[in-house]
């Protein structure tokens, strides 16, 4: 079921799945706007992701998370939302818009991550995964938790963006979202 509140769609999903990607072809293919919550942190606080929690501690950085939620839901609307892969914990995720969990499997994400030509910069740029072990027991933790958050699961381990992406233009086509 979709979720037209706000008609905002919200990309949620581990760390390195594609969300951003995915978000920014969709943005390109509808031709509506769209933002990243992690992007939106990093100009508020006016330093990266990894400095904030480095400095800060993740306690601090989900706050951050949470203010930003707030202002979603009452700020924007029509738009194509990418998050941090903790985001889908705060409170109103479902007041912002039509939740759209992208899966894979904890393999399939790391195969992405390594196979791109900025590998290393993306790991780098993920605190929560550096430890590969530590990783795999926060993807494991989280899984059902994200499915359980979805308005509307999509599998896209193996798939083209392409492919993902017409599927989800189609999706808002048919829902008139
Ligand atoms: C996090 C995911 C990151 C970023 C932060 C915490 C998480 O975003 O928000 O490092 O808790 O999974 P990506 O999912 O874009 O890597």
Same mark, same amino acid.
């Given at each position: 079921m979709?979720?037209?509140k706000?008609?905002n769609? =919200?990309f949620?999903?581990?760390m390195?799945?594609?969300?951003g990607?995915?978000a ?8 509506r706007?769209g933002? %990243?919550? %992690? ?6 606080e006016?330093r ?8 800060e501690?993740e306690?601090y950085?989900?706050?951050?998370e949470?203010?930003?939620? @707030?202002?979603?839901e009452k ?6 939302i ?5 985001f889908?914990? =705060?409170?109103?995720l479902e ?5 759209? !969990?992208l899966?894979?499997?904890f393999e399939g994400?790391? @195969?992405r991550?390594?196979e791109?030509e900025n590998a290393?910069?993306?790991?780098a740029k993920r605190p929560?995964l550096t %430890?590969?072990?530590?990783?795999k027991a ?7 938790l !994200?499915?359980a @958050?979805?308005d =509307? ?11 993902i992406v017409n %599927?989800l233009?189609t999706l808002l086509?048919?829902n008139k979202?």
């Amino acid at each position: 079921m979709l979720n037209p509140k706000n008609h905002n769609i =919200v990309f949620i999903g581990f760390m390195g799945v594609g969300k951003g990607t995915i978000a920014r072809a969709l943005i390109q293919k509808t031709k509506r706007m769209g933002l %990243d919550t %992690d992007d939106l942190i990093e100009s508020m606080e006016n330093r990266k992701i990894k400095m904030i929690f480095e400095t800060e501690g993740e306690a601090y950085f989900r706050k951050l998370e949470k203010k930003t939620a @707030k202002w979603l839901e009452k700020s924007v609307k029509n738009a194509i939302i990418s998050t941090g892969g903790g985001f889908f914990k =705060v409170a109103n995720l479902e007041k912002i818009g039509t939740v759209v !969990y992208l899966k894979s499997s904890f393999e399939g994400i790391l @195969k992405r991550l390594q196979e791109h030509e900025n590998a290393e910069l993306k790991l780098a740029k993920r605190p929560l995964l550096t %430890d590969f072990t530590k990783a795999k027991a926060l993807f494991n933790e989280r899984a059902p938790l !994200y499915e359980a @958050k979805a308005d =509307v699961i999509i599998d896209v381990e193996n798939r083209k963006i392409k492919e993902i992406v017409n %599927d989800l233009a189609t999706l808002l086509k048919t829902n008139k979202h």
